[in-house]
């Protein structure tokens, strides 16, 4: 599965290896084309995932801001619901294409 921005891969990785919560797919941080991602200072906080890493693309010198998220902590309640832990994968935003 690839993620991919205005022509740009952001994310390779093989579908076993990513995780489909509520209609997103989490990539591996491992998979995310190194350099891509930058911390974002934008807050939020899931009632049964945690607390949201937010983080923008960096992609020709040109930023685009909260592309992408993961929960770096998720709380105990993510772990039990979902049966895995989540907490080194990143999903996108609707404006990336996910997909073979």
């Known amino acids: ?28 941080l491992t998979s995310v084309t190194p350099g891509v991602l930058v911390e974002s200072p934008t807050a939020y906080t899931c009632p ?3 607390a949201a ?5 960096m992609i020709d ?12 902590h998720p709380y105990q309640s993510a772990f ?5 832990d989540i907490s080194g994968h990143v999903a996108f935003a609707p404006g990336v294409e996910v997909g073979p």
Do not use: C
């Open 1 to 28: 599965m690839k993620a991919v921005f205005e022509g740009t891969t952001i994310a390779e990785a093989d579908e076993t290896d990513l995780i489909s919560i509520e209609g997103n797919w989490y990539f591996p």
């Open 48 to 50: 049964w995932k945690g």
């Open 53 to 57: 890493q937010y983080y923008s693309f």
């Open 61 to 72: 010198g040109e930023t685009h801001a909260d592309q992408a998220w993961g929960y770096p």
């Open 80 to 84: 039990e619901r979902l049966g895995k």
